[in-house]
C-alpha cells in the first residue's frame, strides 16, 4: 500500500520542508480559514453554553399556571368573573396528569409581584411575600448565599420562618448585619431569616426582593384558608409542555364553570418555549457559522491550490527532470497532490492550535459570562472531525488541479534549453 | 544496442510543417562511444530526444536493447527511461534543493530500491566521480564541473543500457570540459554505451565514432581515432 510508503512520505516532507517559506505562505490562507472557522464555531457555542447558564436552575420542562379574570358568560355566570384556585386543585391534577413531576402550589399576599411592607427595627422593604412550598425549588432554583431554603420540617410544623432576598436585605439590615436568626415582620407577624439568596443572572420569575415563608404558615399566619394563587409546574422530561397544559387547564375549566372556549380566565406561561426558541436561535447561529467558515476554509484550500499552480509552474524544471528519470505521471501526481494534503492538513492543525489559544484567552477574560451570555466557548469533538475531514476531502478535490497541471508538463519542454 | 531505421519527425509550427529528421538510420554497438554533431537545427537534439523517448518518431523503426520503442505510453516511457537510459544535461538539472547524494539516488528512488541501498549505491557512484566528501553538499555549493559529474553520477546511479549526454559541456570552460570527458571517456572504458550530442569539434574526437547530422540526415559516419581527455587535465 503506498499509502504507507516511508520513501514516499520522506520524499514530501522532504520537498515541503525544503521550501519552507514557500510552504509557510502557501499555508497561510489555510490557516486564518481555520482560526476564523474555529473562532465562529466556539463563540456560538459559547453564547449557546451561555443561555445554557441562564437558564441553569430552572427546569426547561416546566410551566406556570395561574388565575386570571373569565372572558366568556358560562353556566350563568357572567365575565369578569375572578378565578381563584383552592389548595385541593393540586392534589387534582396530580392525582389525574401522572406527567406532572412536580407540583408546587403558591400563595401571594397581594397578587402576582405586588408588594407588601416588611419591616424590621425601623427599616421597612417593599417586598413580594409568597407561600411556597419547598418543591418549588426544583423548579426554580435559588442561589442561596446564607442558610438553607425552605424544608418539609417548616411546612410540616408551620414554622414562622422565611427565605428573603439580597435586595430584601440590603433594605432592612446594615452593611455586612448578619441576617439568619434575625426577625422580620409582615403585616404583624414576625418571621426568622433561615436563608438569603442572590440574583444570579438567570431568569428570575420571582424577583430579588421578596420573601418565601412556608406555605401552611401563610396560611394561619394571613388566614388565607385554602385558597391557592398560583402553580408551578414540571412535566416528565419526554412529555410535551403544551399537552399536559392543555389537560391542566381542561380539568380547572371543568372544575371553575369556565367556558371552554374562554382563552383568559386561566393564566400560563410555557417555559419549554423560550427553551426552544433559544436553542432553535443557537442552532440557526451555529449553522451559520459553519457555513461562512467552510465558505473561508474553501477559499483558502483555492488559495493553496492557486499557489500550488504557481509552484508547479516554477517547478516545471524540476518535474520535467523527475519525469527523465523516471517518474511516472501516476507517481508525479500522486506527490503533488499529497503535498497539497499534507499542506491542508497542517495549516489547518496549525489554524486549530491558535484559534483554540484565542478561544481560551477570550474564555478567561469573558468567560465567567457575567456581563453577556458568553460561556466556555470551544469547538466539540464532531465539529472539529467534520470540519477537518471536510478541509482534507476539499484538499484532495483542489489538489487535483495542480497535479493535473504538473502531469502535463512534458519532460522534453520542461528540459528544452534557454 | 540502438536501431534506429528510417526514421521521420516533423514539427508543426502554425500552417507549416518543419520536416526535422529526414530518413535517420543509425545503429550503436554496446561499449560504443559516440558524438553525434551537427550545427543547430541540424535535428541532432531532436534526435537525442527521441533516442531518450521524451518525444516519440512520425514514422521509423526504434529498437533498444532488442525492445522495440514504439506507441509508449507516458507511464511506460518513464519506467523505460528510468531502466534502460541515463540523462546527462548541458545545464545539470540537478534537483537545486536536494543535496548531491540525494540527486543521485533520485533514480533509483523510481526503481524502489530500498531507502538504505539507494543510499550505498548513490555513494558508490558519488565517489566513481570523485565527489564522495560533497555528498551533503547543496548543487548550489558546487562548481559548474563539479555539478555535471553529480548529474553523470546520478545517469549511472541506475546502471542504464546507454548514456545519453546532451552537449554535457555546453556550459562549462574547457580545463573543466576536458575534465568531464575524461570521467565519461573512463566510464565507456568500463563498457558503457554512451551517445554524447556536441557541436564542439575537441569534444567530437574524444569519442570513438563522429556522426554528423545536417539538414535532418546524416551526412557522414566515421570511426575515429580516440583523442584522451586525460592529457589535457
Redesign the interface.
Known sequence: MWLFDRDLWIEIFHTLGKNMFRTFLTMLGVIFAMIILVLLLGSANGMSNGFNKIFAGTASNSLFVWGQSTSEPYKGFERGRRIRYKIEDAEILKRQIPEIEVLAPRIELASHREIVTVYRNGRTSGSAVYGDYPEIDNITKKKLVEGRFLNQTDIDHSKKVCVIGEETYKLLFEKGEKAIGQDIRINGVYFSVVGMYKPNNNINIDGENAVFIPFTTFQKAFNSGDRMGWMAIAVEPNTKVAVVEKQIKDILKAKYDIHPKDERAIGSFDMSEIFNNINAFTTVLQGFSFFVGIFTLLAGVIAISNILLITVKERTQEIGVRRALGATPKIVKRQILLEAIVLTAFAGLVGFAISVGILSIMNSMWGSGEDFPFVNPMISIPQFIISFLLMVGLSVLIGLLPANRAVKIRPIEALREE | MIEIKDLHKSYKMGSNSLHVLKGINFKVEEGELVAIMGSSGSGKSTLL?IL?M??GADSGEYTLDNVPIKNLS??KA??Y???FLG?I???F??????SAL?NVA??L???KVP?KERQEKAMKYLDRVGLKPWAAHLPSELSGGQKQRVAIA?AMA?EPKVLLAD?PTGALDSKTSYEVMDLIQKINDDGNTILVVTHEEDIAHMCKRIVHLKDGVIVEDKKIEQVRAEQYV
Open positions: 530526444n531518450g521524451l518525444d507516458e507511464t518513464a519506467q527511461r528510468n531502466k540523462f544535461f548541458q545545464s538539472n540537478l534537483i537545486n534543493y536536494k540525494e533520485l533514480p528512488y523510481y526503481q531507502r546520478r541506475a552537449e
